[in-house]
Structure formats: structure tokens, C-alpha cells
């Protein structure tokens, strides 16, 4: 069958369809889809919650970068911010389940077998999202934010950046979905390590007014702690050698 003739026959099935799609198969639907928004509800209070900042958050630890270990201020993350995400990506699971399931009462033309087709792509590709996402949680030396002497290191599961403070230009807030990210502005963007994030650096320039953002959100320290520690060595380069040092951690933290 042609598009066109597929078009056509869509068009002329439409009042039938409207009326199969009341049958128990899209109940069922919708059954399972109250269910996904009310367990993404209660998930999300309950991961979001009894999470108390702390300044404390923010270590002294070595990391590795080229091989050669430095000492870092390293911001923690949240597991439990970082599970959401996973978790509302699950949600469709048993949606997408019982539309294969109830495959058979889909209505013509789509057939059973496009229905149940288009449900087995969407698991899987929910699946590989979903081990994507999982995978920064078990390998937590793998995930973290870490500030060196050069510049910044953001680094999340299979995903790494680098900006060097030599490269910011400023230092600012800006929200997206309104959640709060920390903006950097590049005098000179071919110095940063962006890796797969590059491509998006000139739509954030364009819509935001900086080239690079990170989500303030998945720090378990309170964000304004990470966008003054920033501010402060990117207006006083001086300060920059004081890294990694006992003294200049108790400074940032409000000693």
C-alpha cells in the first residue's frame, strides 16, 4: 500500500477508529498511564526530599586527569536527584507492556503486528537510555565535579568535560525547565574539552547568553556554593595555585 492510499485510508477510518480507541484496550492504556504520572509523582517527592545541603559536601580529593593525579575540590552529586531521571524514563515501561500486550485489539489499519513492533522498539530503546543513566551511579569515582588548579572537570558516566579558567570569560546563572544551571561564558571556546556537548554551545549563547551550562541541581551542596567558588577564581586568577589546599577549602566553605 502506497503512502497516499495509507493516508486516505486513515482519513476514512477516522470516525471507526475514534470509536475503537473507547474499547478495553484503551482503557487499559490509560489505566497503566494514571499509573506511570501517579508513581513519577510520589517518586519524585520522596527521591527529592530529606536532603539536607551541606558546604560540607564539598571535598579535598585527588582526581586524574592525563594520567597524572591532582589535588581537586570535588563537589558531590545526589544519588537520589540522579535517579529521577532513570525513574521517570521507566514510568513508560508498563505503558509500552500493555500495549503489546493488548496488541491484538489495536485498530485497523495499524494492526496488531505495527502496534506490538513499536512497542518492542520503545522498551528497548528505554532499555540502552536506561543503562546510560544507572551507570554514572555505580561507578561514582566516574562521576563527580571537580575544580583544579587549570580549570573545571565535569565528568558523568561515559560523558567528560573540561573548561580552563583561562577560557571563562564570566560566570553566572541562568534556568532552563526552571532548573537552576550554572552558565559559563568562553572568551575562547577551542580551548574547552567539550566532547558531545559541543555542538549545543552556540543554541546556548543564542538562547541563554552563555556557551556552557551545568545543572545545579544534582549537587548534594547548596548551588550558590559552586557558582561563588567559580566566580571567585575566575575574577581573582591569583587564588587559582590556593587549590586543593586545606585553607583555601575552609574559605569556600565559610569558615
Not at 4 to 29: G, I, N, Q, S
Not at 209 to 224: Q, T, W
Request: charged content about 20%.
Amino acid at each position: 500500500m502506497g503512502l497516499r492510499a495509507t493516508l486516505t485510508t486513515l482519513v476514512m477510518a477516522a470516525p471507526d477508529l475514534a470509536v475503537e480507541w473507547t474499547t478495553e484496550w484503551l482503557r487499559w492504556l490509560g489505566v497503566a498511564f494514571l499509573a506511570d504520572v501517579a508513581i513519577a509523582v510520589v517518586a519524585v517527592r520522596v527521591l527529592a526530599r530529606n536532603e539536607k545541603a551541606s558546604n560540607n559536601d564539598l571535598r579535598l580529593q585527588s582526581v586524574e586527569r592525563h594520567a597524572v593525579l591532582r589535588r581537586a575540590f570535588v563537589f558531590l552529586l545526589s544519588s537520589r536527584r540522579q535517579l529521577l531521571i532513570p525513574l521517570a524514563a521507566a514510568s513508560a515501561v508498563p505503558l509500552l507492556v500493555v500495549t503489546f500486550i493488548m496488541g491484538d485489539a489495536a485498530p485497523e489499519p495499524l494492526g496488531s503486528t505495527a502496534v506490538r513492533w513499536i512497542a518492542m522498539t520503545a522498551i528497548g530503546l528505554i532499555a540502552v537510555l536506561e543503562a546510560m543513566l544507572l551507570w554514572p551511579l555505580v561507578r561514582t569515582d566516574l562521576n563527580y565535579l571537580a575544580m583544579t588548579e587549570d580549570g573545571i572537570e565535569f565528568r558523568y558516566g561515559f560523558s567528560k568535560t573540561f573548561v580552563p579558567w583561562r577560557a571563562i570569560e564570566h560566570v553566572g546563572e541562568f534556568a532552563v525547565f526552571q532548573q537552576r544551571m550554572l552558565g559559563l561564558a568562553l572568551s575562547d571556546p577551542d580551548a574547552a574539552e567539550l566532547g558531545s556537548t559541543r555542538w549545543v554551545m552556540s543554541l546556548n549563547r543564542k538562547t541563554y547568553g552563555y556557551d556552557f551550562g551545568y545543572p545545579l541541581g544534582l549537587l548534594r551542596s547548596p548551588p550558590e556554593l559552586l557558582t561563588r567558588a567559580v566566580a571567585r577564581y575566575v575574577e581573582t586568577p591569583q587564588r587559582r595555585t590556593a587549590i586543593g589546599t586545606e585553607a583555601e577549602l575552609h574559605a569556600l566553605r565559610g569558615g
